[in-house]
């Protein structure tokens, strides 16, 4: 699960699933219960998640067949949930990004600090390597990882 994070700009999470065949699954983003999630639609969803007192972020998805926001739910099992303390398991909302298709797969999100609404990422890829655009109002930022190796340019749209 490629990670890449620039402080204070936004980090990029990616999940990939290789091989051949059919392949189904979801990526789970929990959140505290004291978050506020309101959804956009540009073109494509992006959530705004603030939390008192101050703090705000974006989220943008790519690869993903939909994107759903669910209530805690604790039964028949837990899905949508936080644990502050080992073993203490508490209802929370959970943003729920189901991916289905034909291996390989590649999907992911970004997590813009602050963010606007005016955000989107797309992903595409190979086996060892990885390519993402992230625009942010009217700022694109074009990532390639290489294995161990990470460029990063950006200008404007």
């Known amino acids: 699960r490629p990670v890449v994070c620039v402080p204070g700009r936004f980090g990029v999470v ?23 999630v309101d959804a956009v639609c540009n073109g494509t969803p ?7 007192p101050a ?7 790519a690869g993903g067949t939909d994107v759903r926001l669910i209530g805690g739910v604790l ?11 080992v073993g203490r398991v508490e209802p929370s909302q959970a943003i ?3 991916v ?25 890829g190979e086996a060892l ?3 993402a655009m992230l625009r942010i109002a009217r700022t694109e930022y074009h990532l390639r990882v290489l294995q161990d190796e990470i460029s990063l340019r950006s200008g404007v749209a």
Do not use: N
């Open 100 to 124: 289905a298709g034909t291996r390989p797969l590649l999907w992911g999100y970004a997590i813009v600090p602050r963010g606007t609404p005016d955000v989107s990422l797309t992903l595409d």
């Open 55 to 61: 703090a705000r972020c974006a989220l943008a998805f």
């Open 96 to 98: 729920v990004l189901p």
């Open 14 to 36: 990616v999940d990939q699933v290789g091989g051949v065949g059919p392949w189904a699954g979801e990526s789970l983003l929990h959140l505290d219960p004291a978050c506020r």
């Open 129 to 131: 390597e990885l390519r």
């Open 75 to 85: 039964t028949p099992r837990v899905q949508g949930w936080m644990a502050r303390t």
């Open 46 to 52: 992006v959530f705004l998640i603030s939390r008192p």
